[in-house]
C-alpha cells in the first residue's frame, strides 16, 4: 500500500530563480517526489514524496525536517523560515481496486 510524504511552503518573491534551479538539480538526483506550484497562489509550492508504505513516508517526513538533508536549504527562501514548512504522512484512506 502506497503512502506519501507531503510538504508545502511559500518561498519569497525575489528567491524564485534560486530555488527553482537548486531543486531543479535535487529533483534530477531523486526519484520518487514531485514538486508542485499553486496555480491560485504563485510562489506556493508542495513536494509529495512516493514511499512503499507508511513506515517509510515517516522516515521520508523525519529526513525532509532534518538539517543534514539536502532539502533543508529550501527553508532560506521560505517566508517565515522553516517554522513555516508543513510537512505530513498520508496513508491510503481506502483501498485502491485498481
Not at 529550501?74 to 484512506?93: L, N, Q
Request: proline content about 3%; charged content about 25%.
Amino acid at each position: 500500500m502506497q503512502a506519501i510524504c507531503f510538504a508545502e511552503y511559500k518561498i519569497e518573491e525575489g528567491s524564485r530563480a534560486d530555488y527553482l534551479a537548486y531543486t531543479g538539480q535535487l529533483l534530477n538526483e531523486q526519484k520518487n517526489v514531485y514538486l508542485y506550484e499553486g496555480t491560485d497562489q504563485i510562489n506556493l509550492f508542495v513536494e509529495i514524496w512516493y514511499a512503499e508504505n507508511e513506515a517509510e513516508a515517516e522516515q521520508i517526513k523525519k529526513e525532509r525536517c532534518s538539517e543534514r538533508s539536502p532539502w533543508y536549504r529550501v527553508s532560506e527562501w521560505i517566508i517565515g523560515g522553516a517554522d513555516k514548512m508543513h510537512v505530513w504522512s498520508f496513508k491510503p484512506a481506502l483501498p485502491h481496486n485498481g
